[in-house]
């Protein structure tokens, strides 16, 4: 279902961009999943956008206020669904059709706001190379990559920072953050387990940097990068509070069609009454691809998905990656890698933390770590911006470090030339 909403998505915001009709797919085995635009659709957009960065800031800025619009729709919405056994099978379709639609608009801005993102930190990295010289550009990024107000993660961080009472913290949480760890409305949110272990694992204070003054303060741009930092954290807030109100919903249908929540995620909601369902998912969760074309859906699944797959996953080994510095310093230690809730709870203090990408979920292990790599992401990413504020080195943006590494390796974290090497 979520899967459904990217792909629709993605082929709105092209619509409404371009003027175009572009094919998008997705592919996705287990663990992983890759998303694919027609050929040449990114780079137009790419081009719309910096025109749009460069020459039409107050533009941009409407576009992210309705990116807060729908998101605070999306969650009013789902705050208003009030399930009960009267309730007919067919009337809790409707909601949870009406709950998709409103959160495909809403991808719609999402989107947008992973292009504003990535474009935004190019244009600036450009932007800094032109005036200043190539050995403080690490810092300059440092000093000015600061979001223009915080998000939950970091008000959460500041918070834990003062107060040390583990039942304030979890107060705190149940009462202000209760959806922090709803990333998937086919997931539990935090539960009392989670949120003890959460809470306790902040002993690492933020390491404020003095920065000095590099004569951006006053820049428009700077100030647009800033504000996109924040869209960056804040975008995935309005997603996961409304998937926390949208799961009362979820578990009346699976009680009713007997069905676990997470294989609820495997269906479309017309789908979910259908007599094969339950064949759908177990196919559904070997494999499938989604192919959008003129607004027709075309869904394939199990082993003829994996046939179909335009790029099949391929590592080689090696002994040395190369990424993206956020946040500047060189250590070595044992690689320790993050694929789910229990590995965050397990890791130990002083390893060098490798995700995919990581979200405020990962925080109680991100305190631990003593430095960050991850497959994805930029200098505006959820990892590079904790970095900063805790002060650890991190290299983002890798691209296979979660496949080459392992767990128990050691390796050379050098956060100043963006290269991870392998020692043993």
């Not at 500047?328 to 993050?338: E, L, M, N, R």
């Amino acid at each position: 279902m979520y899967s459904i909403a990217c792909v629709y998505s993605l082929q709105n915001l092209i619509r409404e961009e371009l003027g175009i009709e572009a094919v998008t797919r997705m592919e996705s085995p287990p663990g992983w999943a890759v998303m694919m635009l027609q050929k040449g659709a990114i780079n137009q957009l790419k081009e719309k956008q910096d025109t749009n960065l460069k020459e039409k800031p107050a533009q941009v800025h409407k576009e992210l206020e309705k990116l807060h619009s729908c998101g605070q729709k999306l969650i009013q919405f789902a705050k208003n669904i009030h399930v009960s056994r009267k309730n007919t099978d067919l009337e809790l379709m409707v909601l949870l059709q009406q709950f998709l639609d409103l959160f495909i608009i809403y991808c719609n801005h999402l989107f947008r706001s992973f292009l504003y993102v990535n474009n935004v930190a190019l244009l600036f990295e450009e932007k800094i190379k032109d005036k200043f010289p190539a050995e403080d550009l690490p810092k300059v990024i440092e000093a000015y990559s600061i979001p223009s107000q915080k998000a939950a993660a970091l008000v959460v961080q500041e918070y834990f920072n003062k107060e040390k009472r583990m039942a304030h913290r979890i107060e705190f949480m149940k009462k202000n953050y209760p959806w922090f760890n709803s990333g998937d409305p086919f997931k539990q949110s935090l539960d009392t387990r989670w949120i003890n272990h959460f809470v306790k694992s902040f002993s690492v204070e933020s390491k404020k940097k003095v920065h000095r003054s590099w004569g951006l303060e006053k820049d428009e741009f700077i100030a647009l990068y800033q504000e996109i930092l924040y869209i960056k954290d804040k975008r995935d807030e309005y997603r996961r509070e409304a998937f926390y109100y949208l799961l009362p919903l979820l578990k009346e249908i699976s009680r009713r069609v007997n069905i676990s929540v997470q294989d609820l995620g495997y269906l479309l909601p017309h789908e979910i009454l259908e007599k094969n369902r339950d064949a759908k998912i177990e196919q559904r969760k070997i494999a499938f691809t989604l192919e959008l074309r003129n607004m027709q859906l075309t869904i394939i699944a199990g082993k003829n998905a994996r046939e179909q797959f335009i790029h099949p996953l391929q590592i080689e080994k090696v002994s040395l990656l190369q990424g993206t510095v956020c946040s500047s310093g060189f250590v070595t230690g044992k690689v320790q890698i993050i694929r789910g809730k229990e590995d965050i709870i397990k890791f130990k203090q002083g390893n060098v933390l490798v995700a995919v990408t990581t979200d405020p979920n990962h925080l109680p292990a991100m305190q631990k770590a003593i430095a960050f790599i991850t497959d994805e992401g930029g200098i505006t990413c959820h990892a590079a911006i904790v970095a900063r504020e805790l002060g650890k080195p991190a290299i983002v943006g890798t691209k296979t470090a979660t496949s080459v590494l392992k767990n128990g390796d050691i390796v050379e974290v050098d956060a100043e030339k963006g290269i991870i090497r392998v020692v043993k």
